[in-house]
């Protein structure tokens, strides 16, 4: 039998974990990416010896991109971030972040009957049932759940650093609360040299199992048999034609759109996803002025910082390199770098002599789309197979049922992975028994 021809459109880490899955299983694959790098929003860069990440990267060890990942043989190396030097921001200060019983009862970020309150919450977050909270928001669900303003300004910051999302009025409380748990179930991963080892591991699976991967190859339209209801391939911006059984579209809401131009469905979903966006700057320091603060959380306004070094191998020796970040979204979309600036003057004072490299990045999309309280939560995301067009596949953090960010991305391959492999695999053994 002849083997399915896919080409994936989009090199991040969503379409090469796709391509990878898929020329594993037997399908010739040809991966197209526009820039002439792998890795999209996945890729690393050097600075004096410190590598980069595009904004603060953390893999959820109870996620599926590891899942995926390791079904791959991919296998990242790198260190969960040390909660002994975490501290809330509030008010400028760093305070006692609160993350266990003991730091709990002596924070001075909440008052008594506020720590009774997160006390149980969180005692009980694990046992949550999220399904039935898809279409509620955030914010409607910390309003009805937490009486105290202090409380709720705790889990408020707590969903922003596991979602990304400070948008609490369009975030479904289902999906929020689901990410929380696979944040709080086993934490994070910084990985050892940043996240392009990952996209290097995963792009050379693909290339060992078969896998074409074309750079500055700029998909100009997926070419559709007549009548518009199957893919017959994609076509290039160079003009050339390249037939596909099937085509898996691993851009945002709005590549996807423009690569159907006459799809009206494609274009709404483009028009009504709300992307996920984030403030960051990224620091190398010679030396840590205080190496015993390496993460604030901001309770009073939606800050990060975070030193990645002080876990995983990123920057030179004695160095540190840190990320710090502002969510945005909601009523606040803009951020200074001076704003950024200032959480490092609470968390790192005298960072400024130490600075070795730096880099700001005003708005970085984090995720494509948001899962949305108004369309259900995470069961409400447009699905991975478009049902309208028959062999078009999507892949993205904003695609699919399950997971958030990288986790979405990946679970998302995977998903086309059983549609045209195992859903194979299946129709042949059904068709041979029958
Ligand atoms: C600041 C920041 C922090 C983040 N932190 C985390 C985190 O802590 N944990 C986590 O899990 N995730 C995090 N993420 C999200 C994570 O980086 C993304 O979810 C993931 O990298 C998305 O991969 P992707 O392949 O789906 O999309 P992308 O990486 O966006 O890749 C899409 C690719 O498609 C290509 N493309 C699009 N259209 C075409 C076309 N017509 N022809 C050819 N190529 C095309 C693009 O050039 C791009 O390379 C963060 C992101 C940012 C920006």
Known sequence: MQATKVAVVGGGLGGLSAAALLARGGCEVTLYERSKHLGGRARTTEVEGFRFNLGPHALYRAGAALRVLERLGVRPTGGIPNQAGAHALLGGRLHTLPRGAVTLMTTDVLSLAGKLEVAKLLAGLARIDTQPLGALSMREWLETRLTRKDSRALVAALIRVSTYCADLEALSAGAALKQLQCATAANVLYVDGGWSTLVDAVAQRGREAGARLELSARVEGVVLQAGGQRVEGVRLADGTVHR???????????????????????????????????????????????????????????????????????????GAMVHVAKYLGGTDTDASEAQLEAVMDALQPGWREK??????????????????AANGGLSGRPTVSVPHVGGLYRVGDWVGEEGMLADASLASAEAVEQALVQGNAASQRRAAGA
């Open 355 to 372: 600075v070795v490299a730096r880099r700001f990045r005003p708005s970085l999309t984090v995720s494509a789309g948001l899962p949305r």
């Open 244 to 318: 596909a059984d099937a085509v898996v579209l691993a851009g945002s809401p709005a590549d996807v759109a423009a690569l159907v131009p006459e799809d009206a469905v494609l274009a709404r979903e483009a028009r009504e996803a709300v992307p996920v966006h984030a403030a960051t700057l990224e620091l190398g320091l010679s030396a840590l002025p205080r190496p015993d603060a390496l993460f604030a959380l901001g309770l009073d306004g939606p800050w990060y910082a975070s030193v990645h070094s002080a876990s995983a191998k990123l920057a030179p020796e004695g």
